[in-house]
């Protein structure tokens, strides 16, 4: 681990086993609180993406809702892409939505 992940994570706060048995709840408003750390957060981001070579065959950044709705736009701005917003249903109007069923680590949602 790098020295500024370290200094990133000291600033998360952990919670096992919430909101269910086996996940781990991660709060990150210490991290955002801090504009060094977010700036390098987002730093470490870019350089894994482009570590792992996506960012050639990408031409947008995909923000789930809602913590990629803070994490999209600065990825996009530093990888010189657009963002396209993921959003739960009922939040746009019917002609502008696309629906995909997905499982996460505790239920179902669309």
Known sequence: MTL???????AVTYYPDFPLEGINFKEIYHLMRDPLRM?????????EIKYKGWHRTANKVVMP???????GPLL????DMGCVMLRKPG??????????????????DT
Do not use: E, H
Not at 76 to 79: D, E, P, T, V
Not at 91 to 108: E, F, H
């Open 39 to 47: 700036n390098l957060m987002v730093d470490l981001m870019v350089a």
């Open 65 to 71: 809702q809602s913590k990629g709705f803070i994490w």
């Open 4 to 10: 500024g992940k370290m200094f990133c994570g000291l």
């Open 91 to 108: 939040k746009l109007p019917a002609d502008r939505i696309v629906k995909k069923d997905y499982t996460l680590q505790y239920s179902k």
């Open 76 to 79: 996009a701005l530093k990888l």
